[in-house]
Nanobody, 123 residues
Framework: QVQLVESGGGLVQAGGSLRLSCVVSGRTFYIMGWFRQAPGKEREFVGAVNRSGSAQSYADSVKGRFTISRDNAKNTVYLQMNSLKPEDSAVYYC??????????????????WGQGTQVTVSS
C-alpha cells in the first residue's frame, strides 16, 4: 500500500523559509509532485521532480524561490520554500505519479496523495 506523509508546515513571516518533507512508503521509482490549495481556490501545481532528482519543473509563481529535491535512499522528497509571500499560504500536498516519465502539472496525472500540511505566511 502506498502512503505519503507530509511534514514541515507551519507559520512563518513573509520573507522567511520553510522546508516541507514527504516520506513515501510502498512504492519505488516514481515521479513526485507538490500541489497547494488555498481556501476557496482550486488545487494548483507547485512543482515536480523526476525519479533521479536531476530534473524539476515549477509553476511560474514559485520559480526561483522554491526548490524540489529528493533522497531516494530515504524515500523522501523535499520542498524548500524561500522568500515566502502571504499568497503562498495554503495546504501543501505531495503527490506520486506511478509513470516513470513526465513531469506533469495536473492533478489527474498523479495517483497517490498525502494528507496535506498547512503553510501560513504572515505579512
Amino acid at each position: 500500500q502506498v502512503q505519503l506523509v507530509e511534514s514541515g508546515g507551519g507559520l512563518v513571516q513573509a520573507g522567511g523559509s520553510l522546508r516541507l518533507s514527504c516520506v513515501v512508503s510502498g512504492r519505488t521509482f516514481y515521479i513526485m509532485g507538490w500541489f497547494r490549495q488555498a481556501p476557496g481556490k482550486e488545487r494548483e501545481f507547485v512543482g515536480a521532480v523526476n525519479r533521479s532528482g536531476s530534473a524539476q519543473s515549477y509553476a511560474d509563481s514559485v520559480k526561483g524561490r522554491f526548490t524540489i529535491s529528493r533522497d531516494n535512499a530515504k524515500n523522501t522528497v523535499y520542498l524548500q520554500m524561500n522568500s515566502l509571500k502571504p499568497e503562498d499560504s495554503a495546504v501543501y500536498y505531495c503527490a506520486l505519479r506511478t509513470y516513470t516519465t513526465g513531469l506533469r502539472t495536473t492533478m489527474k496525472d498523479y495517483d497517490y496523495w498525502g494528507q496535506g500540511t498547512q503553510v501560513t505566511v504572515s505579512s
